[in-house]
């Protein structure tokens, strides 16, 4: 089975056929990010893993079902207290401040909600960390592989910058590409400097990316991923969104 990296995307697996897209959540965010002009990425292609035996156990793939919901994920009283989170810094006139949402979602929509809000946000215990730090940037990567985990591939496609532009992806070929992926973990490394240019800040998050698909078949990656966020000089900030990435398997 030949695989490869997206360009900006974590190719999982190649898929078969294109599935069709899930349905919407229970809320969505009024405004979506838009990418600008910045610092590129080289992406590296995956050599070939040779597949499991035929016996080897089988799972059903993440895009089988709907989304997680955060109460599912977490238990009632720990998603109510993030919704509430989420009401107290969301700018949306429907926020996707639900418990039936997937808690990426949530959390998401929170990271938004507290760039949004800029210094004022500060004293919001919902903002920690501070939106343009790197702890910040780290807790993207990991919203991002939470709501791929969820299956709530909206949220995970939204994580990239561009709307999900920078994936270089439809949201269906997006959602595909994990068409045979059981499950995925990240353990993001220490951030590197934020750096501004262009009316934007950029920070690169160093991961070890572990998958298994519905073969058996288990895959390990080490590489980076750029993130951007508005410096709010053109535009408001939004929080970090996935800008590039660049994975090896090995």
Not at 32 to 38: D, F, L, N, R, V
Not at 142 to 158: K, L
Not at 215 to 224: A, K, V
């Amino acid at each position: 089975m030949a695989l490869g990296i997206w360009k900006g995307s974590l190719c999982l697996a190649v898929p078969a056929a294109l599935l069709a897209g899930c349905s919407g959540p229970a809320g969505s965010p009024d405004e979506t990010p838009s990418a600008q002009a910045g610092p590129s990425a080289t992406v590296s292609s995956v050599s070939e893993i040779a597949p499991p035996p035929a016996s080897a156990a089988t799972a059903p793939p993440l895009t089988a079902g709907s989304p997680v919901s955060c109460t599912e994920s977490i238990g009632a009283a720990k998603a109510a207290a993030l919704v509430k989170q989420c009401l107290a810094v969301s700018p949306a006139t429907h926020p996707p401040c639900n418990a039936d949402n997937s808690c990426a979602m949530i959390e998401s929509e929170i990271a938004r909600g507290c760039a949004l809000l800029g210094p004022d946000g500060k004293d919001e215990t919902a903002c920690d960390p501070a939106p343009a730090s790197g702890a910040a940037a780290v807790a993207a990567v990991r919203r991002y592989y939470d709501a791929i985990g969820a299956s709530d591939f909206g949220t995970a496609y939204a994580a990239w910058g561009d709307s999900g532009g920078n994936s270089h992806k439809t949201f269906e070929a997006f959602r595909a590409g994990f068409a045979h992926t059981v499950s995925t973990q990240v353990e993001p490394g220490k951030p590197g400097a934020v750096e501004g240019a262009a009316g934007s800040f950029y920070v690169t998050v160093p991961v070890t990316v572990d998958a298994r698909l519905d073969d058996g078949t288990r895959q390990h990656f080490t590489g980076e991923y750029v993130l951007r966020q508005s410096s709010g000089a053109g535009a408001p900030s939004q929080g970090w969104h996935l800008y590039s990435a660049k994975l090896e398997g090995g």
